[in-house]
């Protein structure tokens, strides 16, 4: 078998002499395209090192893909070598279905960050938040795995536990907290109505129907209630997704114009998204809930709705993954998931480690209410006037007293709604009138 460096060195050579076209070309292609060949020397001496040296036999195969590994994740936390099986889940993961624990992650130096839990998984039901950092899966220090690793050990059979040593913010040391392992299955897009006239539409993540499934449930709102004065879009906890099924959401909202645009090194990175004409909501107030776990391609839709004027935006800062990745194939089962490009809002605002600031600061807090003074009214007076109107004050769906966002976002939207009929001119009478 021929050695790795005489396979290096032959393909340097081959590189060299296929594109050679004149003395001229030659020497402009050889100065931007050369490879270090000082570098590949040392990387074949590491190489046979560790084949001959290293305490433990490892076949040349392993040593290679292991070398792949190391390239891709050298470059940022969302470049990884895809292997069979995290090829295989990754298909799973943006279907809809998928085996584990249900959360999302990202590589935070040596350690696992929570980009954010899944909804209704046993990741959320067990009490993982947005921003833990996760240092032990099991009896396993995080810092030896790879992110592709660390999925592999939270993948398993339904049923089965798997114990995680968390660092959370605020908390004085770290703690444990035991997941049990479940089919996940992903409803990317719910809804409710808060009160009548009010909806509520939750995104969970963005995968192949996602688009589809939100005109739908945007629609069946209208149908259901003919008078819906506005929505809440929850894209809380969102760790974003597929990149088109972002626009498709967008599209929804916005009668026309851009809805996102990238730029990257090659020229197929570099593409600009537009809204197709049509507002399914025909100007309805939109109020937009974001935390830190809203990322990637929710901040797509949060910050083209913003620039847009087209919702009020509450909550927390955003995650700040302003990154593009493209899935490469290597054969049939295996792949790269690569980082070609960083995308920016209408307004020309990169995301990459900003994040989407939202219009309205509102911090995750606990709400009590008060017990009402017994205060004298105008009803408990002696002799007081009776009122002669039928009125009967409206009842309304309490928002869940645990969620102050959501109970902001829907007296928001009664404001907004407020100023829009007081904008709208009265048609009571009509000019023909006498």
């Known amino acids: 078998m021929p050695s790795?460096?005489?396979?290096?060195?032959?393909?340097?050579?081959?590189?060299?002499?296929?594109m050679f076209f004149s003395c001229s070309q030659a020497q402009e292609i050889e100065d931007k395209a050369r490879l270090p060949l000082d570098e590949l020397r040392h990387f074949t001496q590491v190489f046979d090192q560790i084949r001959q040296a290293y305490v433990e036999e490892i076949n040349d195969e392993k040593l290679l893909e292991m070398s792949i590994k190391g390239l891709l994740s050298s470059l940022d936390p969302h470049s990884v070598y895809l292997d069979k099986s995290s090829f295989s889940s990754l298909q799973e993961h943006t279907s809809g279905e998928f085996g584990g624990l249900g959360i999302e992650i990202s590589m935070e130096g040596a350690f696992i960050k929570v980009i954010s839990p899944i909804d209704d998984t046993p990741a959320q039901r067990a009490g993982i938040l947005a921003g833990d950092l996760i240092v032990k899966l099991g009896d396993q220090a995080v810092q030896s795995l790879s992110l592709g690793e660390a999925i592999e050990v939270m993948r398993g059979p339904k049923g089965s536990p798997l114990t995680?040593?968390?660092?959370?913010?605020?908390?004085?040391?770290?703690?444990?907290?035991?997941?049990?392992?479940?089919?996940?299955?992903?409803?990317?897009?719910?809804?409710?109505?808060?009160?009548?006239?009010?909806?509520?539409?939750?995104?969970?993540?963005?995968?192949?129907?996602?688009?589809?499934?939100?005109?739908?449930?945007?629609?069946?709102?209208?149908?259901?209630?003919?008078?819906?004065?506005?929505?809440?879009?929850?894209?809380?906890?969102?760790?974003?997704?597929?990149?088109?099924?972002?626009?498709?959401?967008?599209?929804?909202?916005?009668?026309?114009?851009?809805?996102?645009?990238?730029?990257?090194?090659?020229?197929?990175?570099?593409?600009?998204?537009?809204?197709?004409a049509g507002d399914i909501l025909n100007g309805l107030p939109i109020v937009v809930l974001i935390n830190e776990?809203?990322?990637?391609?929710?901040?797509i839709v949060a910050g083209a709705l913003q620039d847009h004027r087209r919702a009020v935006l509450l909550g927390t800062n955003s995650f700040g993954k302003g990154s593009v990745q493209t899935v490469i194939p290597l054969g049939e089962d295996?792949?790269?998931?690569?980082?070609?490009?960083?995308?920016?809002?209408?307004n020309k605002r990169s995301i990459q480690a900003e994040g989407i600031k939202p219009d309205i600061i509102v911090e995750p807090a606990e709400i009590k209410l008060l017990k009402r003074q017994n205060n004298i009214k105008e009803a408990n007076l002696s002799g007081h006037l009776s009122n002669n109107t039928d009125y009967q004050a409206a009842t309304s769906n309490n928002i869940a007293m645990d969620d102050n966002q959501l109970h902001d976002a829907l007296n928001i939207l009664k404001?907004?709604?407020?100023?829009?009929q007081n904008k709208k001119p009265d048609t009571r009478h009509s000019k023909n009138e006498n």
């Open 293 to 299: 776990g809203s990322a990637s391609a929710a901040e």
């Open 334 to 346: 295996r792949g790269i998931k690569l980082t070609t490009a960083r995308y920016f809002t209408p």
């Open 4 to 18: 790795l460096r005489s396979f290096l060195f032959s393909s340097v050579f081959a590189f060299s002499a296929i």
């Open 415 to 420: 404001g907004l709604t407020l100023l829009n």
């Open 164 to 276: 995680l040593t968390i660092v959370r913010e605020q908390v004085d040391s770290p703690f444990e907290i035991v997941v049990v392992r479940d089919i996940i299955k992903i409803h990317s897009v719910r809804s409710k109505t808060l009160e009548p006239g009010f909806g509520y539409v939750r995104v969970a993540q963005f995968q192949e129907n996602t688009g589809q499934q939100f005109k739908q449930t945007l629609e069946a709102l209208l149908k259901n209630d003919p008078d819906l004065k506005g929505i809440v879009l929850d894209l809380r906890n969102n760790p974003g997704g597929l990149l088109y099924a972002s626009i498709e959401v967008t599209d929804a909202m916005l009668d026309g114009g851009m809805v996102v645009y990238t730029e990257g090194r090659l020229p197929s990175a570099n593409s600009t998204y537009h809204a197709s």
